[in-house]
Protein backbone atom coordinates (compact mmCIF):
# COMPACT_ATOMS: atom_id res chain seq x y z
CA UNK A 1 0.00 0.00 0.00
CA UNK A 2 1.47 3.57 -0.45
CA UNK A 3 -0.41 7.06 -0.34
CA UNK A 4 0.80 8.74 -3.52
CA UNK A 5 2.22 11.87 -5.11
CA UNK A 6 2.50 13.06 -8.71
CA UNK A 7 5.37 14.42 -10.03
CA UNK A 8 4.10 16.00 -12.61
CA UNK A 9 1.13 18.57 -11.42
CA UNK A 10 -1.24 20.12 -14.40
CA UNK A 11 -1.43 23.35 -14.04
CA UNK A 12 -5.28 23.37 -14.05
CA UNK A 13 -5.34 21.65 -11.65
CA UNK A 14 -7.84 23.21 -8.51
CA UNK A 15 -8.73 19.54 -6.27
CA UNK A 16 -7.40 17.30 -5.06
CA UNK A 17 -6.97 13.26 -4.98
CA UNK A 18 -6.11 10.66 -2.58
CA UNK A 19 -5.39 7.39 -3.92
CA UNK A 20 -4.19 4.64 -2.10
CA UNK A 21 -3.21 1.30 -3.83
CA UNK A 22 -3.22 -2.20 -2.37
CA UNK A 23 -2.51 -5.74 -4.31
CA UNK A 24 0.17 -6.49 -7.05
CA UNK A 25 2.41 -4.63 -9.47
CA UNK A 26 -0.80 -4.02 -12.08
CA UNK A 27 -2.16 -2.20 -9.54
CA UNK A 28 0.26 0.17 -9.04
CA UNK A 29 0.51 0.82 -12.87
CA UNK A 30 -3.60 1.25 -12.99
CA UNK A 31 -3.48 3.71 -10.06
CA UNK A 32 -0.86 6.03 -12.33
CA UNK A 33 -3.49 5.92 -15.04
CA UNK A 34 -6.16 6.53 -13.14
CA UNK A 35 -3.96 9.79 -11.65
CA UNK A 36 -3.60 10.48 -15.60
CA UNK A 37 -7.38 10.14 -16.04
CA UNK A 38 -8.00 12.79 -12.90
CA UNK A 39 -5.20 15.02 -13.88
CA UNK A 40 -7.23 15.88 -17.15
CA UNK A 41 -10.21 16.53 -14.96
CA UNK A 42 -8.27 18.89 -12.76
CA UNK A 43 -7.11 16.84 -10.08
CA UNK A 44 -3.29 16.78 -8.31
CA UNK A 45 -2.63 14.13 -6.13
CA UNK A 46 -2.18 14.54 -2.32
CA UNK A 47 -0.47 12.32 0.05
CA UNK A 48 -2.62 14.26 2.96
CA UNK A 49 -5.86 12.77 3.31
CA UNK A 50 -7.10 14.81 4.95
CA UNK A 51 -6.82 17.63 1.88
CA UNK A 52 -8.37 15.19 -0.39
CA UNK A 53 -11.76 16.34 -2.63
CA UNK A 54 -11.61 12.84 -3.64
CA UNK A 55 -10.60 9.83 -2.08
CA UNK A 56 -10.28 6.27 -4.08
CA UNK A 57 -9.22 2.70 -2.62
CA UNK A 58 -7.59 0.87 -5.15
CA UNK A 59 -8.17 -2.56 -4.12
CA UNK A 60 -7.09 -5.73 -4.47
CA UNK A 61 -9.16 -9.13 -4.10
CA UNK A 62 -6.75 -12.20 -4.19
CA UNK A 63 -7.49 -13.41 -0.68
CA UNK A 64 -9.72 -12.60 2.18
CA UNK A 65 -7.49 -10.57 4.20
CA UNK A 66 -6.58 -8.35 1.64
CA UNK A 67 -10.45 -7.88 1.74
CA UNK A 68 -10.93 -6.97 5.04
CA UNK A 69 -8.05 -4.85 5.53
CA UNK A 70 -9.96 -1.97 3.06
CA UNK A 71 -12.92 -2.58 5.09
CA UNK A 72 -11.24 -1.45 7.78
CA UNK A 73 -9.45 1.59 5.81
CA UNK A 74 -13.12 2.51 4.57
CA UNK A 75 -14.33 2.55 8.13
CA UNK A 76 -11.14 5.02 9.45
CA UNK A 77 -12.25 7.26 6.20
CA UNK A 78 -16.25 7.57 8.22
CA UNK A 79 -15.08 10.62 9.99
CA UNK A 80 -13.59 12.35 6.62
CA UNK A 81 -16.70 11.89 5.34
CA UNK A 82 -18.89 12.86 8.53
CA UNK A 83 -16.83 16.15 8.20
CA UNK A 84 -16.62 16.97 5.14
CA UNK A 85 -19.87 15.54 3.35
CA UNK A 86 -19.12 16.87 -0.67
CA UNK A 87 -16.03 14.39 -0.03
CA UNK A 88 -16.35 11.85 -2.97
CA UNK A 89 -14.77 8.33 -1.89
CA UNK A 90 -14.56 5.38 -4.42
CA UNK A 91 -13.40 1.69 -4.48
CA UNK A 92 -11.79 0.87 -7.50
CA UNK A 93 -10.05 -2.23 -8.57
CA UNK A 94 -10.24 -6.04 -8.20
CA UNK A 95 -12.49 -5.49 -4.89
CA UNK A 96 -15.20 -2.86 -6.94
CA UNK A 97 -15.31 -5.67 -9.51
CA UNK A 98 -16.15 -8.77 -7.01
CA UNK A 99 -18.84 -7.25 -5.24
CA UNK A 100 -20.04 -4.54 -7.05
CA UNK A 101 -22.85 -2.73 -5.93
CA UNK A 102 -22.20 -5.48 -2.51
CA UNK A 103 -20.39 -2.65 -2.26
CA UNK A 104 -22.61 -0.05 -1.45
CA UNK A 105 -24.75 -2.15 1.11
CA UNK A 106 -22.27 -2.55 3.57
CA UNK A 107 -20.65 0.48 3.74
CA UNK A 108 -22.49 3.74 3.69
CA UNK A 109 -19.61 5.99 2.53
CA UNK A 110 -18.87 4.87 -0.92
CA UNK A 111 -20.15 7.32 -3.70
CA UNK A 112 -18.15 5.49 -6.69
CA UNK A 113 -17.11 1.84 -7.49
CA UNK A 114 -15.36 1.56 -10.81
CA UNK A 115 -13.92 -1.93 -12.11
CA UNK A 116 -10.36 -2.47 -13.87
CA UNK A 117 -11.61 -1.70 -17.05
CA UNK A 118 -13.88 1.51 -16.62
CA UNK A 119 -11.12 3.84 -15.51
CA UNK A 120 -11.81 5.87 -18.39
CA UNK A 121 -15.12 6.68 -17.15
CA UNK A 122 -14.54 8.18 -14.11
CA UNK A 123 -14.76 11.36 -14.81
CA UNK A 124 -18.47 10.94 -15.58
CA UNK A 125 -18.68 8.77 -12.47
CA UNK A 126 -17.85 11.51 -10.59
CA UNK A 127 -19.96 14.27 -11.84
CA UNK A 128 -22.67 11.93 -11.56
CA UNK A 129 -21.88 11.69 -8.04
CA UNK A 130 -21.83 15.68 -7.46
CA UNK A 131 -25.40 15.48 -9.10
CA UNK A 132 -26.80 13.49 -5.97
CA UNK A 133 -26.29 9.89 -6.96
CA UNK A 134 -24.31 6.63 -6.48
CA UNK A 135 -22.19 5.59 -9.51
CA UNK A 136 -21.15 2.25 -10.32
CA UNK A 137 -18.97 1.15 -13.72
CA UNK A 138 -17.63 -2.91 -13.40
CA UNK A 139 -17.82 -3.57 -16.94
CA UNK A 140 -15.44 -5.59 -18.02
CA UNK A 141 -13.71 -5.25 -21.64
CA UNK A 142 -12.27 -7.47 -24.44
CA UNK A 143 -9.87 -3.99 -25.56
CA UNK A 144 -9.49 -1.96 -22.89
CA UNK A 145 -5.40 -1.31 -22.47
CA UNK A 146 -4.97 2.13 -21.68
CA UNK A 147 -2.43 2.21 -24.46
CA UNK A 148 -2.38 5.84 -25.54
CA UNK A 149 -2.78 7.32 -21.64
CA UNK A 150 0.23 8.35 -19.90
CA UNK A 151 0.63 7.20 -16.60
CA UNK A 152 1.53 10.23 -14.14
CA UNK A 153 4.15 8.42 -12.07
CA UNK A 154 2.76 8.00 -8.50
CA UNK A 155 5.91 8.31 -5.60
CA UNK A 156 8.26 7.79 -8.26
CA UNK A 157 11.85 7.30 -7.44
CA UNK A 158 12.53 8.52 -10.85
CA UNK A 159 14.75 5.75 -11.49
CA UNK A 160 12.33 2.43 -11.97
CA UNK A 161 8.91 2.77 -13.63
CA UNK A 162 6.15 0.03 -14.27
CA UNK A 163 5.22 -0.43 -17.74
CA UNK A 164 1.65 -2.71 -18.17
CA UNK A 165 1.84 -4.62 -21.39
CA UNK A 166 -1.27 -6.90 -21.15
CA UNK A 167 -4.56 -6.95 -18.88
CA UNK A 168 -6.56 -9.92 -17.79
CA UNK A 169 -6.09 -13.48 -17.38
CA UNK A 170 -7.18 -16.72 -19.67
CA UNK A 171 -5.57 -19.29 -17.35
CA UNK A 172 -8.57 -20.14 -14.58
CA UNK A 173 -6.32 -21.63 -12.37
CA UNK A 174 -8.97 -22.84 -9.90
CA UNK A 175 -7.89 -21.03 -6.80
CA UNK A 176 -7.48 -17.59 -8.15
CA UNK A 177 -9.94 -15.18 -8.38
CA UNK A 178 -8.35 -12.74 -11.28
CA UNK A 179 -9.80 -14.03 -14.11
CA UNK A 180 -13.39 -12.97 -12.46
CA UNK A 181 -11.94 -9.18 -11.52
CA UNK A 182 -9.73 -8.65 -14.19
CA UNK A 183 -11.42 -10.63 -17.37
CA UNK A 184 -9.86 -11.59 -20.47
CA UNK A 185 -6.47 -11.76 -21.80
CA UNK A 186 -5.97 -8.84 -23.47
CA UNK A 187 -2.02 -7.19 -24.54
CA UNK A 188 -1.26 -3.82 -25.59
CA UNK A 189 0.06 -2.95 -28.98
CA UNK A 190 4.07 -3.69 -29.08
CA UNK A 191 4.57 0.51 -30.37
CA UNK A 192 3.20 2.22 -27.24
CA UNK A 193 5.01 -0.03 -25.07
CA UNK A 194 8.36 0.83 -26.73
CA UNK A 195 7.22 4.47 -27.01
CA UNK A 196 6.85 4.27 -23.48
CA UNK A 197 9.83 3.07 -22.25
CA UNK A 198 11.51 5.19 -24.77
CA UNK A 199 10.33 8.52 -22.95
CA UNK A 200 10.53 7.08 -19.51
CA UNK A 201 14.31 6.62 -20.54
CA UNK A 202 14.52 9.97 -22.12
CA UNK A 203 13.00 11.38 -18.65
CA UNK A 204 15.91 9.83 -17.19
CA UNK A 205 14.51 6.85 -15.81
CA UNK A 206 16.67 3.22 -15.90
CA UNK A 207 15.03 0.20 -15.76
CA UNK A 208 11.03 -0.74 -16.67
CA UNK A 209 9.44 -3.53 -15.42
CA UNK A 210 7.29 -5.23 -17.94
CA UNK A 211 4.06 -5.87 -16.37
CA UNK A 212 1.10 -8.74 -16.80
CA UNK A 213 -0.50 -11.57 -14.89
CA UNK A 214 1.08 -13.95 -17.20
CA UNK A 215 3.73 -11.70 -19.38
CA UNK A 216 4.86 -14.72 -21.28
CA UNK A 217 1.78 -15.49 -23.14
CA UNK A 218 1.73 -11.81 -24.43
CA UNK A 219 1.03 -11.35 -28.09
CA UNK A 220 0.33 -8.46 -30.42
CA UNK A 221 -2.14 -9.69 -33.52
CA UNK A 222 -2.96 -8.16 -36.60
CA UNK A 223 -6.38 -7.88 -38.13
CA UNK A 224 -5.92 -11.46 -39.58
CA UNK A 225 -5.32 -12.54 -35.79
CA UNK A 226 -1.53 -13.57 -36.60
CA UNK A 227 0.84 -13.11 -34.09
CA UNK A 228 3.33 -10.03 -35.22
CA UNK A 229 5.08 -9.61 -32.12
CA UNK A 230 5.22 -12.50 -29.36
CA UNK A 231 6.92 -12.09 -25.45
CA UNK A 232 10.30 -12.97 -26.46
CA UNK A 233 10.25 -10.20 -29.25
CA UNK A 234 8.76 -7.21 -27.21
CA UNK A 235 11.54 -7.99 -24.65
CA UNK A 236 13.82 -7.64 -27.51
CA UNK A 237 12.42 -4.47 -28.85
CA UNK A 238 12.48 -2.77 -25.11
CA UNK A 239 15.97 -4.02 -25.00
CA UNK A 240 17.12 -2.26 -27.82
CA UNK A 241 16.29 1.34 -26.98
CA UNK A 242 19.66 1.79 -24.98
CA UNK A 243 22.06 -0.77 -22.75
CA UNK A 244 21.51 1.49 -20.23
CA UNK A 245 18.50 0.46 -19.78
CA UNK A 246 17.52 -1.94 -17.76
CA UNK A 247 14.51 -4.38 -18.34
CA UNK A 248 12.92 -6.80 -16.11
CA UNK A 249 9.15 -8.39 -16.17
CA UNK A 250 6.37 -10.09 -13.81
CA UNK A 251 5.06 -12.56 -13.55
CA UNK A 252 5.21 -15.61 -15.74
CA UNK A 253 3.55 -18.78 -15.83
CA UNK A 254 5.66 -21.42 -15.75
CA UNK A 255 3.99 -22.69 -18.51
CA UNK A 256 4.69 -20.13 -21.19
CA UNK A 257 8.33 -19.28 -20.48
CA UNK A 258 9.59 -20.23 -23.56
CA UNK A 259 13.14 -21.21 -24.62
CA UNK A 260 13.09 -18.32 -27.36
CA UNK A 261 12.51 -16.09 -24.40
CA UNK A 262 15.65 -17.81 -22.10
CA UNK A 263 17.61 -17.11 -25.30
CA UNK A 264 16.50 -13.50 -25.84
CA UNK A 265 17.36 -12.85 -22.06
CA UNK A 266 20.71 -14.09 -22.67
CA UNK A 267 21.42 -12.21 -25.54
CA UNK A 268 20.87 -8.88 -24.09
CA UNK A 269 22.89 -7.80 -20.51
CA UNK A 270 20.15 -5.62 -20.31
CA UNK A 271 17.51 -8.25 -19.64
CA UNK A 272 17.99 -8.74 -15.41
CA UNK A 273 18.81 -12.29 -15.20
CA UNK A 274 15.54 -12.97 -12.80
CA UNK A 275 12.67 -14.88 -13.37
CA UNK A 276 9.73 -15.21 -11.28
CA UNK A 277 8.65 -18.82 -11.65
CA UNK A 278 5.36 -19.00 -9.72
CA UNK A 279 5.05 -23.02 -8.79
CA UNK A 280 2.05 -23.04 -6.26
CA UNK A 281 2.53 -26.42 -4.99
CA UNK A 282 5.26 -29.08 -5.84
CA UNK A 283 2.38 -32.25 -5.98
CA UNK A 284 1.09 -33.18 -8.90
CA UNK A 285 -2.14 -34.19 -7.59
CA UNK A 286 -2.38 -30.98 -6.09
CA UNK A 287 -1.54 -28.87 -9.23
CA UNK A 288 -4.24 -30.86 -11.37
CA UNK A 289 -7.03 -29.80 -9.01
CA UNK A 290 -5.04 -26.07 -9.28
CA UNK A 291 -5.80 -26.41 -13.15
CA UNK A 292 -1.99 -25.15 -13.19
CA UNK A 293 -1.36 -27.35 -15.95
CA UNK A 294 1.60 -29.01 -15.31
CA UNK A 295 3.20 -31.59 -12.73
CA UNK A 296 6.26 -31.82 -10.47
CA UNK A 297 8.16 -33.08 -12.94
CA UNK A 298 7.44 -30.47 -15.60
CA UNK A 299 8.42 -28.23 -12.99
CA UNK A 300 11.99 -29.95 -12.26
CA UNK A 301 12.20 -29.85 -16.20
CA UNK A 302 11.93 -26.44 -16.67
CA UNK A 303 13.67 -25.48 -13.28
CA UNK A 304 17.03 -26.92 -14.72
CA UNK A 305 16.41 -25.64 -18.49
CA UNK A 306 16.63 -22.38 -16.87
CA UNK A 307 19.88 -23.06 -15.18
CA UNK A 308 20.76 -24.45 -18.51
CA UNK A 309 20.14 -21.44 -20.37
CA UNK A 310 21.01 -18.90 -18.22
CA UNK A 311 23.61 -20.08 -14.87
CA UNK A 312 23.38 -17.28 -13.58
CA UNK A 313 19.57 -16.80 -13.22
CA UNK A 314 17.95 -15.45 -9.89
CA UNK A 315 14.47 -17.12 -9.68
CA UNK A 316 11.91 -16.65 -7.03
CA UNK A 317 8.18 -18.04 -6.76
CA UNK A 318 4.53 -18.13 -4.98
CA UNK A 319 3.35 -21.05 -3.00
CA UNK A 320 0.22 -21.58 -1.59
CA UNK A 321 -0.24 -24.24 1.89
CA UNK A 322 -3.01 -26.15 2.21
CA UNK A 323 -4.95 -25.85 -0.64
CA UNK A 324 -8.46 -28.27 -0.91
CA UNK A 325 -7.55 -31.53 -0.03
CA UNK A 326 -3.95 -31.41 0.69
CA UNK A 327 -2.29 -34.13 2.52
CA UNK A 328 0.65 -34.05 4.78
CA UNK A 329 2.88 -36.54 2.22
CA UNK A 330 1.89 -33.86 -0.44
CA UNK A 331 2.92 -30.79 1.43
CA UNK A 332 6.04 -32.54 1.46
CA UNK A 333 6.59 -32.87 -2.32
CA UNK A 334 6.13 -28.96 -2.08
CA UNK A 335 9.07 -28.86 0.68
CA UNK A 336 11.06 -31.00 -1.97
CA UNK A 337 10.76 -29.26 -4.87
CA UNK A 338 11.79 -25.99 -2.92
CA UNK A 339 15.04 -28.12 -2.06
CA UNK A 340 15.48 -29.06 -5.14
CA UNK A 341 14.47 -25.30 -7.14
CA UNK A 342 16.23 -23.57 -4.48
CA UNK A 343 14.22 -20.22 -5.33
CA UNK A 344 16.33 -16.90 -4.26
CA UNK A 345 12.80 -15.80 -2.59
CA UNK A 346 9.37 -16.23 -2.44
CA UNK A 347 6.12 -14.92 -1.38
CA UNK A 348 4.11 -17.29 0.18
CA UNK A 349 0.74 -17.42 1.28
CA UNK A 350 -2.11 -19.93 3.07
CA UNK A 351 -5.09 -21.19 1.03
CA UNK A 352 -8.24 -18.62 1.36
CA UNK A 353 -10.94 -19.32 -0.23
CA UNK A 354 -12.44 -16.99 -3.08
CA UNK A 355 -15.75 -17.35 -3.57
CA UNK A 356 -16.63 -18.05 -7.54
CA UNK A 357 -13.90 -19.51 -7.90
CA UNK A 358 -13.62 -22.92 -9.37
CA UNK A 359 -11.73 -24.51 -6.13
CA UNK A 360 -14.88 -22.61 -4.12
CA UNK A 361 -17.46 -24.43 -6.05
CA UNK A 362 -15.99 -28.15 -6.38
CA UNK A 363 -13.10 -28.16 -3.76
CA UNK A 364 -14.42 -28.14 0.18
CA UNK A 365 -11.77 -25.91 2.39
CA UNK A 366 -11.02 -28.99 4.16
CA UNK A 367 -7.85 -28.35 5.77
CA UNK A 368 -7.61 -27.06 9.28
CA UNK A 369 -6.09 -23.42 9.68
CA UNK A 370 -3.75 -24.33 12.21
CA UNK A 371 -2.57 -27.19 9.51
CA UNK A 372 -2.35 -24.60 6.91
CA UNK A 373 -0.15 -22.36 9.20
CA UNK A 374 1.81 -24.83 10.06
CA UNK A 375 2.84 -25.98 6.58
CA UNK A 376 3.34 -21.97 5.94
CA UNK A 377 5.44 -21.76 8.88
CA UNK A 378 7.64 -25.03 6.96
CA UNK A 379 7.29 -23.81 3.97
CA UNK A 380 8.97 -20.11 5.14
CA UNK A 381 11.57 -22.26 7.36
CA UNK A 382 12.65 -23.78 4.11
CA UNK A 383 12.37 -20.57 2.13
CA UNK A 384 14.55 -18.95 4.77
CA UNK A 385 17.36 -21.40 4.84
CA UNK A 386 17.67 -21.24 0.64
CA UNK A 387 17.63 -17.49 0.58
CA UNK A 388 20.05 -17.54 3.25
CA UNK A 389 22.42 -20.22 1.45
CA UNK A 390 22.31 -18.02 -2.00
CA UNK A 391 22.89 -15.10 -0.22
CA UNK A 392 26.23 -15.89 1.86
CA UNK A 393 27.21 -17.41 -1.68
CA UNK A 394 27.58 -14.08 -3.18
CA UNK A 395 29.70 -12.90 -0.58
CA UNK A 396 32.98 -11.87 -2.29
CA UNK A 397 31.32 -12.00 -5.61
CA UNK A 398 31.06 -8.45 -7.65
CA UNK A 399 27.53 -7.58 -8.70
CA UNK A 400 26.55 -4.73 -10.98
CA UNK A 401 23.91 -2.82 -8.95
CA UNK A 402 21.40 0.20 -10.37
CA UNK A 403 21.00 2.25 -7.68
CA UNK A 404 17.71 3.68 -6.63
CA UNK A 405 18.06 5.62 -3.36
CA UNK A 406 19.04 5.78 0.12
CA UNK A 407 18.84 3.03 2.00
CA UNK A 408 15.41 3.11 4.49
CA UNK A 409 17.30 3.06 7.50
CA UNK A 410 19.97 5.73 6.51
CA UNK A 411 21.30 8.29 4.46
CA UNK A 412 24.63 6.91 4.60
CA UNK A 413 23.76 4.56 2.57
CA UNK A 414 22.84 3.53 -0.54
CA UNK A 415 20.13 0.83 -1.73
CA UNK A 416 19.70 -0.92 -5.73
CA UNK A 417 18.71 -4.15 -6.66
CA UNK A 418 21.31 -6.67 -8.74
CA UNK A 419 20.69 -7.99 -12.05
CA UNK A 420 19.26 -11.00 -10.13
CA UNK A 421 16.82 -8.74 -8.11
CA UNK A 422 18.62 -9.15 -4.40
CA UNK A 423 18.37 -6.20 -2.41
CA UNK A 424 22.15 -4.46 -2.55
CA UNK A 425 22.77 -1.82 0.67
CA UNK A 426 26.49 -0.07 0.36
CA UNK A 427 28.20 3.36 2.09
CA UNK A 428 27.03 6.04 0.04
CA UNK A 429 30.23 8.17 -0.86
CA UNK A 430 29.20 10.02 -3.68
CA UNK A 431 27.41 8.07 -5.56
CA UNK A 432 23.72 8.76 -6.85
CA UNK A 433 20.59 7.52 -7.87
CA UNK A 434 20.16 6.60 -11.26
CA UNK A 435 24.28 5.28 -11.68
CA UNK A 436 25.46 1.86 -11.66
CA UNK A 437 27.92 0.65 -9.84
CA UNK A 438 30.06 -2.38 -9.21
CA UNK A 439 29.89 -3.55 -5.08
CA UNK A 440 31.94 -6.48 -3.93
CA UNK A 441 29.58 -8.48 -1.54
CA UNK A 442 31.26 -8.82 1.90
CA UNK A 443 28.21 -9.67 4.03
CA UNK A 444 24.27 -10.94 3.77
CA UNK A 445 21.48 -11.30 5.56
CA UNK A 446 18.56 -13.52 4.37
CA UNK A 447 16.82 -10.48 2.80
CA UNK A 448 19.58 -8.26 1.29
CA UNK A 449 23.62 -7.96 0.34
CA UNK A 450 25.77 -5.40 1.58
CA UNK A 451 29.00 -4.61 0.12
CA UNK A 452 30.78 -1.58 -1.04
CA UNK A 453 31.35 0.09 -4.55
CA UNK A 454 34.81 -0.87 -6.46
CA UNK A 455 33.67 0.70 -9.58
CA UNK A 456 31.26 3.51 -11.38
CA UNK A 457 29.78 2.21 -14.56
CA UNK A 458 30.29 4.27 -17.37
CA UNK A 459 28.30 2.95 -20.71
CA UNK A 460 29.78 5.76 -22.45
CA UNK A 461 33.04 3.78 -22.76
N1 LIG B 1 -0.43 -14.65 -12.45
C1 LIG B 1 0.48 -15.10 -11.50
C2 LIG B 1 0.65 -16.61 -11.60
O1 LIG B 1 0.08 -17.26 -12.42
O2 LIG B 1 1.36 -17.18 -10.84
C3 LIG B 1 0.11 -14.74 -10.08
C4 LIG B 1 -1.02 -13.90 -9.80
S1 LIG B 1 -1.63 -13.72 -8.18
C5 LIG B 1 -1.94 -12.04 -8.26
C6 LIG B 1 -0.26 -13.78 -7.08
C7 LIG B 1 -0.24 -14.98 -6.20
O3 LIG B 1 -1.28 -14.96 -5.26
C8 LIG B 1 -0.41 -16.31 -6.89
O4 LIG B 1 0.75 -16.72 -7.54
C9 LIG B 1 -0.77 -17.22 -5.74
O5 LIG B 1 0.36 -17.76 -5.11
C10 LIG B 1 -1.48 -16.27 -4.78
N2 LIG B 1 -2.92 -16.56 -4.71
C11 LIG B 1 -3.83 -16.41 -5.70
N3 LIG B 1 -5.04 -16.82 -5.28
C12 LIG B 1 -4.89 -17.23 -3.99
C13 LIG B 1 -5.76 -17.77 -3.01
N4 LIG B 1 -7.04 -17.99 -3.28
N5 LIG B 1 -5.26 -18.07 -1.79
C14 LIG B 1 -3.95 -17.85 -1.51
N6 LIG B 1 -3.08 -17.35 -2.39
C15 LIG B 1 -3.54 -17.05 -3.62
FE1 LIG C 1 -4.56 -16.23 -11.31
FE2 LIG C 1 -3.62 -18.33 -12.58
FE3 LIG C 1 -4.18 -16.12 -13.94
FE4 LIG C 1 -2.09 -16.20 -12.28
S1 LIG C 1 -2.34 -17.40 -14.14
S2 LIG C 1 -3.63 -14.59 -12.44
S3 LIG C 1 -2.82 -17.50 -10.65
S4 LIG C 1 -5.65 -17.44 -12.90
FE1 LIG D 1 -5.06 -8.33 -6.28
FE2 LIG D 1 -6.27 -7.78 -8.51
FE3 LIG D 1 -3.65 -7.78 -8.39
S1 LIG D 1 -6.86 -9.34 -7.08
S2 LIG D 1 -3.19 -9.26 -6.81
S3 LIG D 1 -4.97 -6.40 -7.32
S4 LIG D 1 -4.90 -8.40 -10.11
Request: one cysteine or more; proline letters at 3%; glycine letters at 6%.
Amino acid sequence: MRGVLADTIPETATRNLYIETYGCAMNLADSEVVASIMADKGFKTTQEMKDADVIFVNTCAIRDNAESHVWGRLKEMRPYKRSNPGLIIGVLGCMAERLKTQLLEKEQIIDLIVGPDAYRDIPQLITQVEEGQKAVNVLLSREETYAEITPVRLSSNGVTAFISIMRGCDNMCSFCVVPFTRGRERSRDSESIVNEARELYTAGYKEVSLLGQNVDSYKELDLEGNIICNFAQLLEKVALIAPDLRVRFSSSHPKDITDEVLFTMKKYTNICKHIHFPIQSGNSRVLALMNRTYDNAWLKMRLERIKEVLPNCGISTDIISGFCTETEEEHQDTIELMRFAKFNFAFMYQYSERPGTLAARRYADDIPAEVKLKRLQEIIVVQHENSMALNNAEIGKVQTVLIEGFSKRSENDLRGRSDKSALVLFPAENYKKGQYVKVLIERASQTSLFGKVIELVDFNN
